[in-house]
């Protein structure tokens, strides 16, 4: 028999946030690769079981900890737009430019090979964040309407963490209002077709 958790209860969500508290410590201190279910358990002051009883594996909490972060981050910075234009894909973009800074942050240590390995769940999310902006009847007015739409949010999406991914790699040079400034020419080229 197995027991199901309710996601709503406050005791659920507040052993979830000391895991993920205790996780956030420990990634400050150690290398990701160092550190043990047990010593996240330990940490947050709860047995091994009930750690498994939220997450799998380190590397679930450490997904859970950063989409949280990056959703977190973007809901702050497009909270106020209600369709998509250049404002609100600039707002995108500085939040992806933030999340990267605050991943590097958090996980100095292993920034460079932690970042890639949540490249595909990031772009999603901004994927999904671009087109929940577009009317649905433009999207589902014909066919090559539709694919045009998700081609180019896929573009768009690749090309915001891609620029600010390398923007954080080779050290923030510039703020991110002025890379994101910079790069908006770019990035607004290949918006075109979510724009129309």
């Not at 009847?137 to 390398?166: E, R």
Request: glycine letters at 4%; proline letters at 3%.
């Amino acid at each position: 028999m197995t027991i199901q958790k309710n996601e709503a209860d406050p005791r659920v969500i507040r052993t979830r946030r000391l895991l993920q508290d205790a996780f956030a410590s420990l990634i400050q201190e150690k290398d990701f690769e160092s550190i043990t279910v047990r010593d996240i358990a330990e940490r947050a002051t709860v047995n091994r079981a009930t750690f498994y009883a939220h997450f799998a594996d380190k590397f679930e909490i450490l997904e859970s900890r950063l989409t949280e972060s990056f959703m977190t981050i973007i809901n702050r910075r497009i909270s106020g737009h209600e369709i998509l234009n250049e404002e609100t894909i600039q707002s995108i973009f500085l939040g992806v430019c933030d999340f990267h800074k605050d991943l590097s942050i958090m996980c100095r240590r292993r920034y460079k090979s932690l970042g890639p390995v949540f490249e595909i769940q990031i772009k999603e999310k901004i994927q999904k964040i671009l087109l929940s902006f577009i009317d649905k009847d433009k999207m589902l007015s014909n066919p090559n309407a539709q694919f045009l739409l998700n081609t180019a949010s896929i573009m768009l999406s690749w090309a915001m963490y891609g620029a600010a991914y390398v923007w954080n790699n080779e050290g923030r040079l510039i703020p991110a209002e002025s890379f994101v400034k910079q790069t908006m020419p770019l990035v607004m080229n290949g918006a075109k077709e979510l724009l129309d």
